[in-house]
């Protein structure tokens, strides 16, 4: 990794440490520049802006959200195992990460998160979307959109893992089995 690319990674790790602390709306760029010990001046070498550094956190993060998510994935899986394996890799990656997780529910929620962010992330899960239709034509999973699967999946699983981050439930084990099952039958077609 280059020196640029270096700096710009402890800008955004910085800006990250931040926003777990403050709302998103809150951090200034100067914040962000003494916390990743940098002149505020040399920022704008990096980014164009605080809009810009957060979009560029928002990608990079998506980014390994879906690489964590399909991890393992195979389409020789059955539909249910895929829909099960899509929940545990995406709770266990908020888990990892709960300050990547609580930042990006901010992005998705403030003014930043277009409807062209919203498509490349749609994009980005193809894979995923892909398996839904697979399921749906084959009569695993209810004939909806599956886009909306998809968000049904991941509201599931970020419900789930806010509850267990703030301590309210323990997911664990046989619990995490039960929590999985849930969602599969939420999504299921009615031929099970």
Same mark, same amino acid.
């Given at each position: ?40 001046? $040399?920022?704008? +070498?990096? @980014? ?9 956190? !928002?990608? /990079? ?65 193809? $894979?995923?979307? +892909?398996? @839904? ?9 209810? !004939?909806? /959109? ?47």
């Amino acid at each position: 990794m280059d020196k640029k690319q270096e700096k710009r990674n402890r800008i955004m790790e910085a800006c990250l440490r931040l926003t777990s602390k403050e709302v998103i709306g809150k951090v200034s760029l100067r914040d962000v520049a003494a916390e990743a010990k940098i002149a505020a001046g $040399s920022f704008y +070498t990096y @980014f164009s802006d605080m809009d810009d550094l957060l979009s560029s956190m !928002y990608e /990079h993060w998506l980014d390994r959200k879906v690489e964590a998510m399909t991890y393992g994935d195979e389409s020789s899986l059955s539909s249910e195992d895929r829909l099960k394996l899509y929940w545990e890799n995406l709770f266990t990656f908020y888990q990892k990460h709960p300050d990547v997780f609580d930042f990006m529910r901010q992005f998705a929620h403030s003014p930043l998160f277009t409807k062209k962010i919203l498509d490349g992330e749609i994009q980005k899960l193809d $894979s995923v979307i +892909t398996a @839904f239709e697979r399921g749906i034509a084959q009569g695993d999973f209810r !004939y909806m /959109h599956p886009t909306a699967m998809l968000y049904i999946l991941s509201g599931h699983a970020a419900s789930c893992a806010r509850l267990h981050l703030a301590g309210k439930v323990d997911i664990i084990d046989y619990q995490m089995d039960v929590v999985k099952q849930s969602c599969w039958d939420s999504l299921r077609s009615m031929k099970y």
